[in-house]
């Protein structure tokens, strides 16, 4: 079993930047990727990141490209994501996830194939 602890939600401007995190307990090494889904009021998860912890490679959802950035440190088991320049639209809950398969781009965007999810925590982006 895995637990994932999230941390570093919390309310920001629009243009401000928040860095939220996720530790995970368990053999981290043994999934191949952990990143972060969110969900807005009203609306479905969806895919915002992730990074795999064997070779480090990076995917990004269009609308967080050139702004989010995700990172990892296998010996902590934990990961970040650092979130600049936020706008309204970033506001949702953050999930952090981990996945056992491999994935390549849009093919990491399904919300069925990640076996492990954090309690969420809440960002909220004011204009």
């Known amino acids: 079993q895995e637990l994932l602890v999230e941390s570093g939600g919390g309310s920001v401007q629009a243009g401000g930047s928040l860095t939220l995190s996720c530790v995970s307990s368990?053999?981290?090494?043994?999934?191949?990727?952990v990143g972060w889904f969110r969900q807005a009021p009203g609306k479905e998860r969806e895919f915002v990141s992730i990074?795999?912890?064997?070779?480090?490679?990076?995917y990004y959802r269009d609308s967080v490209k050139g702004r989010f950035t995700i990172s990892r440190d296998n010996g902590k088991s934990t990961a970040w994501l650092t979130m600049n320049n936020l706008k309204p639209e970033d506001t949702a809950v953050y999930y952090c996830?981990?996945?056992?398969?491999?994935?390549?781009?849009?093919?990491?965007?399904?919300?069925?194939?990640?076996?492990?999810w954090g309690q969420g925590t809440q960002v909220t982006v004011s204009s």
């Open positions: 996830i981990t996945r056992r398969q491999y994935c390549s781009g849009s093919g990491c965007y399904a919300t069925s194939e990640y076996e492990y």
């Open positions: 368990g053999r981290a090494t043994v999934t191949y990727a």
């Open positions: 990074v795999s912890w064997r070779d480090g490679k990076k």
